[in-house]
């Protein structure tokens, strides 16, 4: 196993690691570095891994500004349905701002049913 990719992101590493099976996007606390950390989703090649990676911190900078937090590989918050990084991240053509106009519209639909 060999890192080929790290972004330090939010206290944590978010790194691309070369493994048999292909490449891991995985996000570790810098805590316990020792740890290659959670696995979000795997890749055949190392450029998508990296995209990947790179558009993951883009999501999840944006999803703390809405209150939600990462847990497994899904970001959560009270009250809403959780949004799965790998599905999110096989979307190509979504983008940081499709992904604020998603949250904006959950946001307003939960503090209408409040």
């Known amino acids: 196993m060999t890192v080929k990719y790290q972004i330090e992101f939010s206290g944590s ?15 570790r606390s810098r805590v316990n570095p020792l740890s290659f950390g959670n696995k979000l ?3 055949v090649t190392l450029g ?25 590989d899904c970001f959560h918050k009270e009250g809403m349905r959780p949004i799965c990084v790998p599905e999110l991240l096989e979307k190509d ?22």
């Open 93 to 114: 053509q979504f983008t940081v701002e499709a992904m604020r106009e998603a949250l904006e519209h959950n946001a307003k639909l939960h503090e209408a049913r409040r």
């Open 41 to 43: 989703a795997v890749y």
């Open 13 to 27: 590493d978010v790194l691309v690691l070369e493994k048999a099976d292909g490449f891991h996007l995985t996000i």
């Open 48 to 72: 998508k891994a990296i995209d990947a990676a790179e558009k993951f911190c883009k999501m999840y900078a944006l999803t703390k500004e809405y209150g939600y937090h990462l847990e497994e």
